[in-house]
């Protein structure tokens, strides 16, 4: 999938987890997701949030959606 960009305007505290979800459209609408990088651009902070599953109908327990918990890299 790459990268994507969110610019939010204020801080708006720690984060401490991350909703992700897919809309299960296309050709093919399962994805494998690592993880997802967040960084504080203000201070280069690197919050990871790990996930090793899969996101798809197909796959793994079929869902499309994913609560990740942080782990501090940086």
Known sequence: LGDI???GSKQKG?????????????????WFLDKVEVI??????TIGFP??????KRHDDHEIQRN???????
């Open 5 to 7: 960009g969110i610019r």
């Open 14 to 30: 720690e984060l401490t987890k991350l909703h992700i979800e897919h809309d299960n459209a296309m050709l093919s609408p399962n």
């Open 40 to 45: 504080n651009m203000g201070t280069n902070e």
């Open 51 to 56: 996930c090793n599953r899969w996101l798809g």
């Open 68 to 74: 990740l918990l942080p782990m501090k890299i940086s």
